[in-house]
């Protein structure tokens, strides 16, 4: 069973930063590409970025790309989002899921068989 914990959410002031940790249970991780999505009240959840299984391809959503970073430490079975210059917009709840597919990297939810209970990060301006 894999089990994906998120922590490092928090009330930050526009143009601050966070970091978001994401920690993954079994011994799968490096085979799976990971991803980080957000909801906010009242709208879908969305896509924000994903990393493959190596780490040596990144993919942003338009509205996060310069600002945020993801990143994996295999050796931790932990992936990251260091998220600078954060907005008012960038205020959801985030969410880290594990790729449903060995190897595949995707957009969708659908790509993704796991997921994390969730982190609140709130910007105020």
């Known amino acids: 069973q894999v089990q994906l914990v998120e922590s490092g959410g928090g009330l930050v002031q526009a143009g601050g930063s966070l970091r978001l940790s994401c920690a993954a249970s079994?011994?799968?991780?490096?085979?799976?590409?990971m991803g980080w999505f957000r909801q906010a009240p009242g709208k879908e959840r969305e896509f924000v970025a994903a990393i493959s299984t190596s780490g040596g391809s990144t993919y942003y959503a338009d509205s996060v790309k310069g600002r945020f970073t993801i990143s994996r430490d295999s050796a931790k079975n932990t992936m990251y989002l260091q998220m600078n210059s954060l907005k008012p917009e960038d205020t959801a709840v985030y969410y880290c899921?594990?790729?449903?597919?060995?190897?595949?990297?995707?957009?969708?939810?659908?790509?993704?068989?796991?997921w994390g209970q969730g982190t609140q990060v709130t910007v105020s301006s």
């Open positions: 899921a594990r790729g449903l597919v060995p190897g595949l990297v995707g957009g969708r939810t659908t790509d993704y068989g796991y």
């Open positions: 079994g011994r799968t991780f490096g085979s799976y590409a």
